[in-house]
């Protein structure tokens, strides 16, 4: 296919259809068809999306998206910080997996295209990956929606190179490309691996990159990234490796010293409380066999996006549905227990 023939059909783009709904039974959450929304009417759109081109250590992340749908099959919809099931108060809707095109600037192209149908029609896309490098597609999707978008990137690379082993939409370029548009700014949490090559940019772009380091995590707080965002519109780009490798072995390159499980839904919740997240990914899930504790993690992990993304934080206070503590009420008959 010719460049020409390319932008030819851009124009069309815009009136082909999503991908075919699977089934709820088979989509995200594996809803009784009985229980779920009509996939037309759920306001959360699960886009799988099985990139792997430019991995640069462990490979894998080709069968991601299919571990995650399959793991979130086993994830309760109970939300004991919410006391309801969060997702039959907005509706999910699974796609089928669309082409994944070769080339990667085409595969962005694509990509970007299909993400702002789905933002047009006022729904909430959440792509599961696959590797990083198919982030700048829906980060352009939603900076042209949105203007002053900022992104917010849980990763333990910085992904600031200007391209790869000659490859520019490389995963190690992902939040590279996301700058190339001067409209768009970055909040990362938990780097631990930037390259001597990407200091210049980031010094240069310091006002409109921040970086929280692994390493200073004693020293921020959910709160620092919520006070970042407060206001705008937001895009979250979850880099499985953000996590402690202890969390997460399963994905292409793990790394010691990360983001814990509380660590990421409290600035999950957190960013959806003081900004608007109006798209998400979770990517490079490269499953290994035998071990579902990192599948079922991702699976979970999504859950929460979409639930704070559309109903916002859990209420602050616990639930008054449960007593706030095990044990005799204050000032209750058996409070004097000396
Ligand atoms: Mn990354």
């Given at each position: 296919m010719t460049d020409d023939t390319t932008a030819?059909?851009?124009?069309?783009?815009?009136?082909?259809?999503?991908?075919?709904?699977?089934?709820?039974?088979?989509?995200?959450?594996?809803?009784?068809?009985?229980?779920?929304?009509a996939p037309e009417a759920a306001r959360a759109v699960v886009v799988p999306f099985p990139i792997e081109r430019s991995v640069s250590y462990g490979g894998g992340t080709a069968r991601?998206?299919?571990?995650?749908?399959?793991?979130?099959h086993q994830v309760e919809l109970f939300d004991e910080s919410y006391w309801c099931e969060p997702v039959h108060r907005y509706g999910v809707a699974t796609v089928e997996p669309p082409r994944v095109p070769g080339d990667l600037s085409q595969m962005v192209d694509e990509l970007a295209t299909l993400t702002g149908q789905i933002l047009d029609a006022g729904r909430f896309p959440l792509i599961l990956g696959g590797e990083h490098s198919l982030t700048p597609g829906p980060v352009?999707?939603?900076?042209?929606?949105?203007?002053?978008?900022?992104?917010?990137?849980?990763?333990?690379?910085?992904?600031?190179?200007?391209?790869?082993?000659?490859?520019?939409?490389?995963?190690?370029?992902?939040?590279?490309?996301?700058?190339?548009?001067?409209?768009v700014s970055l909040v990362a949490a938990?780097?631990?691996?930037?390259?001597?090559?990407?200091?210049?940019?980031?010094?240069?772009?310091?006002?409109?990159?921040?970086?929280?380091?692994?390493?200073?995590?004693?020293?921020w707080s959910?709160?620092?990234?919520?006070?970042?965002?407060?206001?705008?519109?937001?895009?979250?780009?979850?880099?499985?490796?953000?996590?402690?490798?202890?969390?997460?072995?399963?994905?292409g390159t793990p790394e010691?010293?990360?983001?814990?499980?509380?660590?990421?839904?409290?600035?999950?919740r957190a960013v959806a409380g003081?900004?608007?997240?109006?798209?998400?990914?979770?990517?490079?899930?490269?499953?290994?066999?035998?071990?579902?504790?990192?599948?079922?993690?991702?699976?979970?992990?999504?859950?929460?996006?979409?639930?704070?993304?559309?109903?916002g934080p859990p209420p602050a206070t616990p639930s008054a549905h449960e007593p706030a503590h095990e044990g005799p009420a204050p000032g209750g008959p058996a409070a004097a227990t000396d």
């Amino acid at each position: 296919m010719t460049d020409d023939t390319t932008a030819a059909q851009t124009d069309d783009d815009a009136e082909s259809p999503l991908p075919p709904y699977m089934t709820a039974e088979a989509g995200f959450l594996g809803l009784p068809d009985a229980d779920a929304s009509a996939p037309e009417a759920a306001r959360a759109v699960v886009v799988p999306f099985p990139i792997e081109r430019s991995v640069s250590y462990g490979g894998g992340t080709a069968r991601g998206p299919d571990a995650i749908r399959l793991a979130s099959h086993q994830v309760e919809l109970f939300d004991e910080s919410y006391w309801c099931e969060p997702v039959h108060r907005y509706g999910v809707a699974t796609v089928e997996p669309p082409r994944v095109p070769g080339d990667l600037s085409q595969m962005v192209d694509e990509l970007a295209t299909l993400t702002g149908q789905i933002l047009d029609a006022g729904r909430f896309p959440l792509i599961l990956g696959g590797e990083h490098s198919l982030t700048p597609g829906p980060v352009r999707a939603a900076a042209a929606r949105h203007p002053g978008l900022m992104v917010v990137q849980i990763d333990a690379h910085a992904d600031l190179r200007d391209g790869y082993e000659d490859e520019p939409y490389s995963h190690a370029a992902a939040m590279r490309r996301c700058l190339d548009d001067p409209g768009v700014s970055l909040v990362a949490a938990g780097i631990r691996n930037i390259s001597a090559e990407e200091i210049p940019f980031l010094e240069a772009n310091r006002h409109r990159i921040a970086i929280h380091w692994a390493k200073d995590k004693a020293r921020w707080s959910a709160a620092d990234i919520a006070d970042a965002v407060r206001g705008k519109p937001v895009y979250l780009t979850v880099d499985l490796d953000g996590f402690d490798s202890s969390l997460m072995p399963a994905t292409g390159t793990p790394e010691p010293g990360g983001l814990m499980w509380d660590e990421v839904v409290a600035i999950v919740r957190a960013v959806a409380g003081a900004g608007t997240i109006v798209g998400a990914d979770v990517v490079e899930l490269a499953p290994i066999d035998g071990l579902h504790a990192p599948d079922f993690l991702a699976a979970k992990l999504s859950y929460t996006i979409l639930t704070a993304a559309l109903l916002g934080p859990p209420p602050a206070t616990p639930s008054a549905h449960e007593p706030a503590h095990e044990g005799p009420a204050p000032g209750g008959p058996a409070a004097a227990t000396d």
